[in-house]
């Protein structure tokens, strides 16, 4: 079986209103792809649906072929790897507690869980030393490093994000996009990405999903995009992420 | 002065461990109901509204009135209890003042846990979910030691505010650090009144201190600090409380309890009916300072065994009389109603009466020209009338009113020891005083008559509970004092309790008045 997550005409209320229509939409296993769209286009929502954190109003999701509404929630989720926006350490946790916090609640022996928090520092190129100390004695890059290697702590298949580098300058933005889609390829993860930089989601994603409205426009490779969309808002927000490329493009060459 | 103070700082360890003891146990009792209320009101808009509100009104009920009034509650379960299980429970004493302080020790806690677990960062709350943790789990993992220091702080809140509130047990017969308070303040002894308000402040700042490190412990994640405080609460409170225990164990059961109302004379006399049982080899447990309404209900429901009390006084509130048939109708009256009623047992009188009559300074009464009530009906719209807290809402101040037609240009309500006082700096021109009084004599006061027989007469009688009615022990040793004490000694041992030089003790005075 190649499908990795299946939404089955999932949809979502809140009180009345429709963040998200009927919707369906099919995630190959293995695949990096990426969700992007204004603020309000429900794909935030879409994420949470995925491990969820979000209950869908109508419709079902799939995992690995399997109904997510039989498993009780938290159990679902200590087998998805989930990165933040703003990032979410535990405070009162020191880095390491945070990092192994997901094998505790599995039940892991203590000092698996050493060991494993020693790896991933290693993955998510953090020394090992700062396993001591508080969230707050990191910058927000190596913090945001950490919430990763919190999110890939018990060794997932699939690792959803939610714009994930919205909060890091763009020097450490790019390395750790780099980072995370060579992870994503020495772990065989499947990710999803929410973000609403298109130009970070067509350089990083094998498959790119646009959404405006609480509907699913578009679901395509970068390349396809690019060559030309026949949904104008898709054409629109491909448009000047282009544009931009190629200005850059004649800048550089003089 | 010096041994006044070491008479006061004898009785420190049982009154500092019955305080501690209340108090603590308020706390743990106020902290175990309102955190869990706290958080489930952190998760409920509704419930937080309500809880909130409901624990706010209680905090309007004024302490005092909040421990009186689970006495009459206490004493109705009580009954029913002894109808349905046939066993009852003490109304008096530590149980409602317990209650009373649980109730007065939930807002704090209740309103800081619910702003804690609420105000931990959604971000966090979303991630405590998104790693897999349960609600249990996100609570007892994240939120609550996020919440900890709000909930300390509320927590030391509590603590300070249950420790003062707890002097305020004392009227409803829980020994505490407001005994001193309570009985100073009667017998103008102002050393006792200094060491329970020192001995309370102190122990308040003392818990709030060591609450402190905790919470600086909690919120610093410092585990030297958190251990401290405990450690230190902990030794404290043992320490505070073994005097009880060893008390406890080395007495038992005290076999009698005789109680008084909360002023001079009842503590005198309390500790002459006391004394009588103790030279025959009874133990006895006083419990002074009872409320006037109080100490009757407590000897008919048997929690105390013995006190004593005025004819016109039960003649007034306990058979709501209004008439006045005169002094041996109303004693005989008494003594079957009270007997077939409540099976409650009139001794004997002790030969002397504390009535409630109308007092006045000699100059002014004859500047005006007072002599009696009828007189004092014409003059009365121009003075000031003063009285103790109860006078003004009891039978007899109706009956005086009604039969007279007083109208005074003011009323206004003294603690017994400052009516005398406001009297003395005119402040009040004329005021209810008791008959017995020491203070009569020595600031020379008339009393004014009463030709139309308005107020009942007040003959000092012994009460004894049902169930110690055919105890030959504690008869034999009270029924002697009937007609004993004439007026002249009663009022010689009250002024000799009262007076600010030369004080003596209850138990002084009470040795002396028998000789």
């Known amino acids: ?254 | 002065m010096a041994d006044r103070l070491s008479a006061a700082l004898a009785a420190l360890p049982e009154r500092l461990g019955w305080h501690v003891a209340l108090s603590a146990s308020a706390l743990a009792l106020g902290l175990s109901i309102a955190l869990p209320l706290g958080i489930a009101a952190a998760r409920s808009p509704r419930l937080k509204w309500i809880s909130l509100a409901t624990a706010g009104l209680v905090q309007t009920i004024p302490s005092l009135a909040l421990l009186a009034l689970f006495y009459p509650v206490l004493l109705l379960l009580s009954g029913l209890a002894t109808k349905v299980l046939g066993h009852g429970f003490p109304a008096l004493g530590f149980l409602p003042s317990l209650l009373a302080l649980t109730l007065y020790s939930m807002l704090p806690i209740l309103r800081n846990a619910a702003a804690g677990v609420s105000g931990v960062d959604p971000a966090v709350v979303e991630a405590a979910r998104g790693v897999g943790m349960t609600d249990r789990q996100r609570l007892w993992r994240v939120e609550l030691p996020l919440a900890a220091p709000v909930i300390m702080a509320g927590v030391r809140t509590a603590a300070v505010w249950t420790i003062g509130a707890a002097t305020l047990s004392t009227p409803v017969g829980q020994t505490s650090l407001g005994d001193y308070i309570f009985s100073g303040l009667q017998t103008e002894d102002w050393v006792a009144v200094l060491v329970g308000c020192a001995a309370s402040a102190g122990l308040a700042l003392i818990v709030d201190g060591l609450l402190g490190l905790i919470e600086a412990g909690v919120a610093r994640r410092d585990g030297r600090r958190l251990w401290a405080g405990g450690a230190g609460l902990a030794i404290g409170l043992l320490a505070a409380i073994a005097p009880l225990a060893g008390a406890a164990l080395s007495q038992g059961r005290p076999t009698y309890v005789i109680g008084a109302k909360n002023f001079s004379e009842q503590y005198i006399l309390a500790e002459l009916m006391a004394g009588k049982l103790e030279a025959r080899g009874a133990s006895v447990q006083r419990r002074v300072n009872l409320g006037s309404a109080v100490a009757y209900r407590a000897l008919a429901s048997g929690e105390i065994d013995a006190y004593v009390d005025y004819s016109g006084t039960l003649w007034a509130n306990v058979l709501n009389r209004t008439d006045n048939p005169g002094r041996q109708a109303v004693r005989d009256g008494l003594r079957t109603e009270l007997k077939a009623r409540d099976g409650v047992v009139l001794l004997s009188a002790l030969g002397f009466e504390n009535a409630y009559a109308l007092a006045m300074r000699r100059d002014r009464a004859e500047q005006l020209g007072v002599k009696t009530l009828a007189d004092l009906a014409t003059k009365a719209p121009d003075l000031v009338m003063g009285g103790d807290l109860e006078f003004f809402s009891r039978p007899e101040w109706a009956a005086v009113v009604k039969a007279y037609g007083l109208s005074f240009k003011a009323k206004r309500q003294f603690q017994p020891t400052f009516m005398y006082r406001a009297l003395a700096s005119r402040e009040a021109d004329v005021i209810s005083a008791f008959s017995s009084d020491g203070r009569i004599a020595a600031d020379d006061l008339v009393l004014l008559g009463d030709p139309k027989g308005a107020l009942p007469p007040y003959d000092a009688v012994i009460l004894v509970s049902p169930k110690r009615a055919g105890d030959r022990r504690l008869l034999d040793a009270l029924t002697p004092l009937g007609g004993s004490i004439d007026v002249k000694a009663m009022q010689a041992a009250n002024y000799a309790v009262d007076r600010d030089t030369g004080k003596k003790s209850p138990a002084e005075a009470a040795a002396q008045l028998v000789r």
């Open chain 1, 1 to 254: 079986m190649t499908e990795a997550i299946v939404l089955d005409q999932v949809s979502k209320t809140y009180g009345g209103r429709a963040v998200l229509a009927p919707t369906s939409l099919t995630i190959t296993k293995g695949r990096f792809v990426a969700l992007v769209g204004g603020s309000g286009a429900g794909k935030t929502t879409l994420l949470k649906l995925m491990n969820g954190l979000s209950v869908p109003s109508a419709g079902r999701v799939l995992l690995d072929g399997a109904d997510i509404a039989a498993k009780p929630g938290p159990e679902l989720r200590r087998g998805i790897g989930y990165v933040f926006q703003e990032i979410g350490l535990f405070p009162h946790m020191t880095v390491g507690q945070n990092i192994g916090v997901t094998p505790e609640l599995l039940g892991w022996p203590a000092d698996e869980i050493a060991a494993r928090t020693d790896e991933l520092l290693d993955l998510v190129a953090l020394p090992r030393e700062i396993a001591g100390r508080a969230p707050s004695q990191l910058s927000g890059g190596q913090r945001q490093r950490v919430g990763v290697a919190r999110a890939l702590a018990a060794r997932p298949a699939i690792l959803l994000m939610d714009e994930p580098f919205g909060a890091l300058d763009p020097v450490t933005r790019a390395a750790l996009a780099d980072d995370v889609r060579a992870l994503h390829e020495r772990l065989r993860l499947t990710t999803v990405m929410v973000t609403h930089d298109v130009g970070e989601a067509l350089l990083l994603a094998d498959e790119v999903v646009v959404m405006a409205n609480g509907q699913v426009l578009a679901q395509a490779p970068p390349c396809a995009l690019l060559a030309g969309h026949s949904d104008p808002v898709v054409a629109q927000l491909i448009a000047a992420p282009r544009r931009q490329a190629e200005r850059l493009a004649e800048l550089a060459r003089g």
